[in-house]
T-cell receptor, first 113, second 112 residues
Framework: EAGVAQSPRYKIIEKRQSVAFWCNPISGHATLYWYQQILGQGPKLLIQ????????DSQLPKDRFSAERLKGVDSTLKIQPAKLEDSAVYLCASRSDLRDTQYFGPGTRLTVL | GENVEQHPSTLSVQEGDSAVIKCTYS??????FPWYKQELGKRPQLIIDIRSNVGEKKDQRIAVTLNKTAKHFSLHITETQPEDSAVYFC???????????FGAGTRLTVKP
């Protein structure tokens, strides 16, 4: 089966600019996660969707980050405006309702200058 | 929310030796504990996981043990090989994989 797809793979922007990331989960996976992984740290959960509903967004900085999964499949994560401390790899993961395993995408490496 | 602590942050072993990485969690409601391996520049990949109704699970050279009373779990790798060199992350989550919290990671180096 095809894995989790993410784009772009790399993005460089200046602070105060906006950026958006896209994720296509494994077909049939109802649960989708967005994580932020700062260099040298473990992934930090930003938001979790079950189909098109938000399950957990307690760690999402809502003043600048937003995410949506309108049709319960693809998802986008947006940062507006970006700060220097947003430089990180943004990982998307998906999971089937039938199993515990989360499958991660390749990530988008964001550099904010 | 859940807090996961992981030790050590770096670990160096000789090929063939065993490696042990330990994690503690704070919330007794957590019931799912996966371990991920992440090679440089790659995505995290699940290597083994355990649910709270099981005390130990083994898969070839890899095993995980869980002590619910003490709220800690450990990863054991036996007969280490150079290709085991990577960063390993533990994690804990509630029912249905909600609110997954990761440890800070352990960089394992296996010297040939």
């Amino acid at each position: 089966e095809a894995g989790v797809a993410q784009s772009p793979r790399y993005k460089i922007i200046e602070k105060r600019q906006s950026v958006a990331f896209w994720c296509n989960p494994i077909s049939g996976h109802a649960t989708l996660y967005w994580y932020q992984q700062i260099l040298g740290q473990g992934p930090k959960l930003l938001i979790q969707f079950q189909n098109n509903g938000v399950v957990d967004d307690s760690q999402l900085p809502k003043d600048r980050f937003s995410a949506e999964r309108l049709k319960g499949v693809d998802s986008t994560l947006k940062i507006q405006p970006a700060k220097l401390e947003d430089s990180a790899v943004y990982l998307c993961a998906s999971r089937s309702d039938l199993r515990d395993t989360q499958y991660f995408g390749p990530g988008t490496r964001l550099t904010v200058l | 929310g859940e807090n996961v602590e992981q030790h050590p942050s770096t670990l160096s072993v000789q090929e063939g030796d065993s490696a042990v990485i330990k994690c503690t969690y704070s919330d007794s409601a957590s019931n799912y504990f996966p371990w991920y391996k992440q090679e440089l520049g790659k995505r995290p990949q699940l290597i083994i996981d355990i649910r709270s109704n099981v005390g130990e699970k083994k898969d070839q050279r890899i095993a995980v043990t869980l002590n619910k009373t003490a709220k800690h779990f450990s990863l054991h790798i036996t007969e280490t090989q150079p290709e085991d060199s990577a960063v390993y992350f533990c994690a804990a989550s509630y029912y249905n994989n909600n609110d997954m919290r990761f440890g800070a990671g352990t960089r394992l180096t296996v010297k040939p």
